[in-house]
């Protein structure tokens, strides 16, 4: 399982963007730098599927869940699945396959009441190989996560999406 970011990189890098996101500023010295998906308790997702322009809603099911999921005592992190799209509710998507990021998918959807309860919402209690799923994405994940990544699709040149929210269909 290839870690992108090992944890240590995870600190220095995060640091390294909270002051590149401080500097940031137009000649005037004011701040520019515009924030979005600052909603709460799964809001972001709520918000996301009535209407913003960067949302993908899809209906697909989980073909692959490549390795294990690592625990949830060690560190946070979102992980790569891959999906083979049913249909496309809204937004534009040509693929037959997509890989989508989860935030900690050991945890049920429901259960997530940490700082990215507001970037998880949905009823999926366990992801497993051959599950439907009605999908709220956004991309980059890096949008919403710039953390650990468990992504097996590394060298993969496709688009990684991340879940906002995730249903289970029937």
């Keep these: 399982m290839k870690h992108v970011f090992p944890i240590g990189m995870v ?19 004011k701040d520019t730098k515009k924030v979005k998906y600052v909603v ?8 996301q599927e009535k ?8 209906k697909a099911r989980v073909v692959e869940i ?26 534009s998507y040509d693929g037959k396959e997509i890989l989508v990021g989860h935030y900690n998918p ?34 980059p994940i890096d949008k919403v996560w710039q953390e650990a990544l468990e992504d097996e699709y590394f060298d993969s040149e496709e688009d990684k999406y991340y879940a906002l929210k995730a249903n289970k269909l029937k």
């Design 11 to 29: 600190m220095l890098m995060t640091g390294a963007f909270i002051f590149g996101a401080v500097a940031e500023g137009d000649a005037s010295g």
């Design 40 to 47: 709460g308790n799964g809001e972001a997702a709520k918000a």
């Design 51 to 58: 209407g913003s322009g960067d949302t993908l809603v899809i």
């Design 66 to 91: 490549p390795g294990t999921f690592p625990p949830n005592d060690l560190y946070n992190y979102v992980y790569i699945m891959k999906y083979r799209v049913t249909d496309v509710v809204k937004g």
């Design 106 to 139: 050991l945890i049920p959807r429901k259960q997530i009441k940490d700082k990215m309860d507001k970037y998880v919402d949905g009823d999926v209690e366990k992801f497993e190989e051959g599950a439907k799923h009605k999908l709220v994405l956004i991309k």
